[in-house]
C-alpha cells in the first residue's frame, strides 16, 4: 500500500484536510499505523497498522484519536471485510470494541473484495476537552503565520508567557 501510487495520492489528501493520522515509532521512524477519516461523511475511510505492531495499542490510539474528529451526534461508519474473511479479523475486532456493529453484510469493495458496513452510535460518549477535537485550528496556529508567539501577540488575560532563566 505505502508505494502505491493511488494511495499515496488519497493519503496526501487526507492530510491536506487534516483527515489523516499516522503513528510513527520515535526510536525507528517506522511508520506503525495510519487512519483515515471524513469528517464530510463521518466515517473512517482507511486504517491499516503494520503487523510488527499489531496488538501494542497503536490501532486503538489511532482509532480512538480519528474518532474524536468526527460527530458524536449521528452514526460513524466504516467498510471492512466481513466475518470470516481473515486479513479483517483484527480490524473488525477492535472495531467492536469500540462500538461499532455489522449494520450491511455481503458488500463489494472497489477492488472487487467482499466487504461488510460497520456503524457505531457515540451520541452517548463523553467528549472532553482535548486539542484533538479541534485538531484543524490547532494545525493552523502550528503554522508560523498564525502562531500567536511567533507573531508576538501578548499572552492571554490572566497567563503568563514562557520566562528564560540563562
Avoid at 18 to 45: K, P, W
Avoid at 71 to 92: C, F, Q, R
Avoid at 121 to 128: A, F, I, M, P, V
Amino acid at each position: 500500500m505505502g508505494t502505491d501510487p493511488e494511495f499515496i495520492a488519497y493519503a496526501k489528501s487526507k492530510a491536506s484536510k487534516y483527515e489523516a493520522l499516522t503513528a510513527v515509532d520515535y526510536m525507528t521512524g517506522a511508520n506503525m499505523g495510519f487512519i483515515g477519516f471524513s469528517r464530510t461523511h463521518n466515517r473512517i475511510t482507511w486504517f491499516g497498522v503494520s503487523e510488527k505492531y499489531r496488538g501494542k495499542g497503536v490501532g486503538s490510539r489511532l482509532l480512538k484519536t480519528a474518532l474524536r474528529q468526527l460527530e458524536h451526534i449521528k452514526p460513524i461508519t466504516v467498510e471492512t471485510y466481513p466475518e470470516g474473511y481473515e486479513p479483517g479479523v483484527p480490524a473488525k475486532k477492535l472495531y467492536r470494541r469500540f462500538g461499532f456493529a455489522e449494520t450491511q453484510s455481503k458488500l463489494t469493495g472497489p477492488h472487487k473484495l467482499p466487504i461488510c458496513l460497520m456503524t457505531a452510535d457515540l451520541s452517548g460518549e463523553k467528549r472532553g476537552k482535548s486539542f484533538h477535537y479541534d485538531y484543524p485550528r490547532y494545525a493552523r496556529h502550528s503554522q508560523k503565520g498564525f502562531c500567536p508567539v511567533c507573531n508576538a501577540e501578548p499572552a492571554p488575560a490572566g497567563q503568563t508567557d514562557i520566562a528564560v532563566n540563562d
